[in-house]
């Protein structure tokens, strides 16, 4: 039963496909329209090349009109930039030419001064000769007369015209060789001397510098010298101290300086007569001799021997009474380059209030008496400049 | 008798200020001289250095700059040395060291400085060119 159930499904789906088909084949065959034709030629050859180059023409000319219209404005900001910078320059030329006027304008103001000035040089150096030849011929006198010793006369040096500046007249001063040796300054770069494996500027000392000078109280010492009705004698101290500024060749200009000594260790030699002067010079109130050296007249100045001669003037200071002394004065320089300072006054005890000793009314001391120094003195190296 | 006591009074009187000598300083000399001669100097011996030296004086040329030197000598044959000297405008110190020998009475220095030297118990002076240095034994205190 079952497989006759199972043959007639069978064949229900066979017609049931069947129809299906035939429906469906009816179907397709009236909605579907194949058409089979020729490749279009227009779609087989590809995009015009009259419309491509068209196009590309176009696309030239859009970019060349930019372009010229770029080459136009850069030319424009050339056309500006070459007109301003003319007229920079022209600024500046005008301001540099107007300077080369004024230049030009200075110069000639400053020829027509160095010929006024060149003209009042040949007056000075006229000036100069004449009073070279008159040194000259006094030199000459003096050699004639036998006194002159050799002088050395310096070039005159006058600078060449062709200087810009004012013409500046340089005269030497005739000077002695030995002052000209003398005169060599003590300068850092000078030659070394060698003493004891030290080193030692050459030349430590000169004859023409101001310099300071300390007293060497060791080779040092100041006295009296005093007559009295038994006999004479002498009272020195080497308790001495001070300091002396002075030009050794130009002992006049600004020559100064102080000396003082210990009143209570004068020494007579004779301790009655110490105690004596003791008593009139009264150490303990007036402790000090003092001569303050203000000026010095020179009555000769030897370059050669190192050697002036002359009057110092000053204060003197005994039992505090100052007064004003002229003291004949020779001042050398030894061979260990020290000054060796000479000198003596005469003085009258009564003018510094100091009584003349006397004992007994019998041995009596004048009222005159001699002050005298005898100095040694180095060099502390050039004083302090000091207007003339 | 009374006359002849007067006459011998005066006498005495007269013949007083003979017997006091004087006692005035000649002018030639006033000045003091550098005391370089009041020593009896003799050939010095090794031992004369040993120590600490101070100029008392210098003489000569070099007077001018140099002021004041110190020594030291050692047994050993080093030394020491200072020196006070016045340079441009103001004085300045130097100091050197080295050793030294002697030979005779030249004193070596070193670097070719030979000295002639000489002694006395407790000074030395040492000589040469330029000047004389006189120095003095010192302590250090």
Redesign the interface.
């Known amino acids: 039963m079952t497989s006759k159930l199972l043959q007639g499904i069978g064949i229900c789906a066979v017609i049931a496909l069947v129809g299906g088909s035939i429906a469906a084949l009816l179907v397709v065959d009236r909605r579907l329209h194949i058409t089979v034709a020729e490749e279009d030629d227009a779609a087989r050859r590809g995009p015009d090349p009259l419309v491509l180059l068209a196009a590309d023409v176009g696309s030239v000319h859009e970019e060349l009109r930019e372009l010229g219209d770029g080459v136009g404005t850069q030319m424009q900001a050339l056309h500006d930039a070459l007109e301003s910078s003319a007229s920079e320059r022209e600024a500046k030329w005008s301001s540099e030419v107007a300077r080369l006027r004024e230049e030009v304008a200075m110069l000639r103001a400053h020829v027509e001064r160095s010929d006024a000035a060149s003209a009042q040089s040949r007056a000075e150096v006229a000036t100069a000769l004449t009073a070279l030849g008159e040194g000259l011929q006094r030199v000459a006198n003096a050699v004639s007369e036998g006194a002159a010793r050799p002088v050395a006369v310096a070039p005159i040096e006058i600078p060449t015209a062709a200087a810009s500046t004012p013409v500046e007249l340089h005269v030497a001063k005739p000077e002695s060789p030995a002052v000209a040796a003398a005169t060599e300054q003590p300068a850092a770069e000078a030659p070394k001397k060698s003493f004891l494996s030290f080193q030692l500027p050459s030349r430590a000392f000169a004859f023409d510098q101001r310099q300071r000078f300390a007293i060497v109280p060791s080779l040092s010492r100041i006295g009296f010298d005093a007559k009295s009705t038994l006999h004479d004698f002498s009272g020195v101290t080497t308790v001495v101290e001070g300091e002396i500024m002075a030009n050794l060749a130009h002992p006049a200009e600004a020559c100064a300086g102080s000396i003082t000594a210990r009143a209570d260790s004068l020494d007579t030699g004779l301790e009655a007569r110490d105690e004596s002067m003791r008593e009139v010079l009264e150490p303990a109130k007036f402790p000090e001799l003092r001569f303050e050296w203000t000026s010095f007249e020179p009555t000769k100045v030897d370059d050669a021997a190192q050697k002036v001669s002359g009057v110092a003037k000053g204060k003197l200071t005994i039992h505090g009474v100052a007064r004003d002394v002229a003291m004949s004065v020779t001042v050398a320089v030894d061979a260990s380059k020290r000054l060796a300072i000479d000198g003596q006054t005469k003085i009258l005890m009564s003018d510094y209030q100091v009584r003349p000793p006397s004992k007994l009314g019998v041995i009596s001391v004048e009222d005159e008496a001699v002050i005298w120094i005898a100095l040694r003195a180095r060099t502390l190296g050039p004083a302090p400049v000091t207007p003339r | 008798m009374k006359l002849r006591f007067l006459c011998a009074i005066l006498g005495v009187c007269a013949l007083?200020?003979a017997c006091?000598t004087?006692?005035?300083?000649e002018?030639s000399g006033?000045?003091?001289a550098?005391?370089t001669t009041n020593f009896e100097w003799r050939e010095p011996r090794p031992a004369d250095f040993e120590g600490l030296f101070e100029s008392e004086?210098?003489?000569?040329?070099?007077?001018?700059?140099?002021?004041k030197?110190w020594y030291v000598f050692s047994s050993g044959g080093a030394y020491s040395?200072a020196?006070l000297?016045?340079?441009?405008?103001?004085?300045e110190f130097?100091t050197?060291s080295?050793t030294w020998s002697l030979d005779g009475d030249q004193l070596d220095?070193?670097?070719g400085?030979v000295?002639r030297a000489s002694a006395t118990d407790d000074h030395l002076r040492?000589a040469?060119?330029?000047?004389v240095?006189i120095l003095r034994r010192s302590t250090i205190q």
């Open positions: 007083l200020p006091i004087p006692s005035v300083i002018s006033r000045a003091l550098p005391p004086s210098i003489e000569g040329e070099v007077a001018a700059a140099l002021w030197v040395g020196a000297v016045l340079g441009g405008t103001t004085p130097q050197l080295g220095l070193g670097d400085q000295v040492l040469s060119e330029g000047g240095a």
